[in-house]
């Protein structure tokens, strides 16, 4: 099973400690720039970056991670697939 980072709710817990990007960055010694990617999906950050920004926002290890299989909808049913 794969894991992903979970951007939406990193965007969540970021916005309700209003914490901007710009002040994880200076927390975390991240760039902004990587900061920015890892929240609008363009990438994944390592295990590292992402034990930064869990301690920056105080979080248990595995809550920004989600199963990639959970996050997946199934599709409707095509006409063909029904008949």
């Not at 970056?49 to 920004?64: F, M, P, Q």
Request: net charge neutral.
């Amino acid at each position: 099973m794969e894991r992903r980072f979970d951007r939406i709710r990193f965007h969540t817990v970021r916005r309700n400690r209003a914490l901007t990007l710009e002040d994880i960055a200076q927390r975390t010694g991240l760039s902004l720039g990587g900061l920015k990617k890892i929240s609008r999906g363009a990438r994944e950050p390592g295990l590292h970056t992402y034990g930064l920004l869990i301690s920056c926002l105080d979080l248990d290890d595995g809550d920004l991670w989600i199963d990639s299989e959970a996050a997946q909808t199934t599709s409707p049913a095509t006409s063909a697939e029904v008949a």
